[in-house]
């Protein structure tokens, strides 16, 4: 079986922005725009200055818009 992009993510856990950004290519200025509109995955925030998404919620995004 080859092994897709979309396979390679974690099934669960975090990914942080840069590695979201690798799967679903847009722009910082979009992709925070999409987070606050609802188009893309709610965040979850760690601490300061660390924000991540879910890996799973970021999965089942690019599922569904394949």
């Known amino acids: 079986m080859i092994e897709t992009e979309i396979d390679k ?30 188009r893309f995955p709610k965040s979850v925030k760690l601490g300061t200055g660390i924000t ?5 919620d970021i999965k089942d995004y690019i599922n569904s818009h394949q």
């Open 9 to 38: 993510l974690l099934e669960t856990g975090f990914l942080r922005l840069p590695t979201v950004l690798k799967y679903i290519p847009v722009s910082k200025t979009t992709w925070w725009n999409g987070v606050k509109s609802g």
């Open 52 to 56: 991540v998404w879910r890996a799973e």
